[in-house]
């Protein structure tokens, strides 16, 4: 299995790093990074982890300003892609097609594809905006999960491509 994994600039990094340590701890699947410049800075504010930390834990790391990277290509086979956590910022790039760097360019990819695209929309106030843009995703073809408990929510996420985690089985 070959899955896509986007963090972008909101709170929440730890739904991106446990859902990679998961992910490694299957031994079967290859991870596919991009993090985003925002990201990266809520990593290292929010968490004890380094980004090179984060970057061990996938197969393959790309720069987010690299638009040509494997990732945005058709022709680069994925079984799917998940944005953990996701900011407002890139659910509007990627539902908006902007594709401005190589998260919204890879989200979009998939949705034309017609390949899952899971978003884990971290943003806590959801206006009328943020409503419409789920909408619009959504209607798209991707599956917006709002964030509950990290291991929850990590779980959630995975089962969206029929992955065992190993996690506690949710109620």
Not at 16 to 22: K, M, P
Request: charged share 20%; aromatic share 4%.
């Amino acid at each position: 299995m070959r899955l896509v994994v986007g963090m972008s600039g909101s709170s929440g990094s730890i739904f991106g790093i446990r859902l990679l340590e998961v992910l490694k701890q299957a031994g079967t699947i290859e991870t596919h990074l991009v993090v985003s410049k925002w990201a990266r800075a809520a990593l290292e504010y929010e968490t004890q982890h380094t980004l090179d930390d984060v970057y061990r834990l996938a197969t393959k790391v790309y720069d987010v300003g690299d638009l040509d990277a494997a990732i945005s290509r058709r022709s680069f086979r994925t079984d799917g892609m998940i944005v953990a956590p996701c900011s407002g910022k890139s659910l509007s790039a990627i539902t908006n097609a902007r594709n401005d760097n190589l998260l919204s360019r890879a989200g979009t990819m998939h949705l034309n594809e017609g390949r899952k695209l899971v978003l884990v929309l971290r943003e806590a106030s959801q206006s009328l905006t943020h409503v419409r843009l789920m909408r619009d995703a959504t209607s798209s073809g991707a599956i917006v999960i709002p964030p509950q408990d990290v291991e929850g929510t990590v779980q959630r996420a995975l089962e969206q491509f029929s992955l065992a985690t190993g996690l506690p089985a949710r109620s």
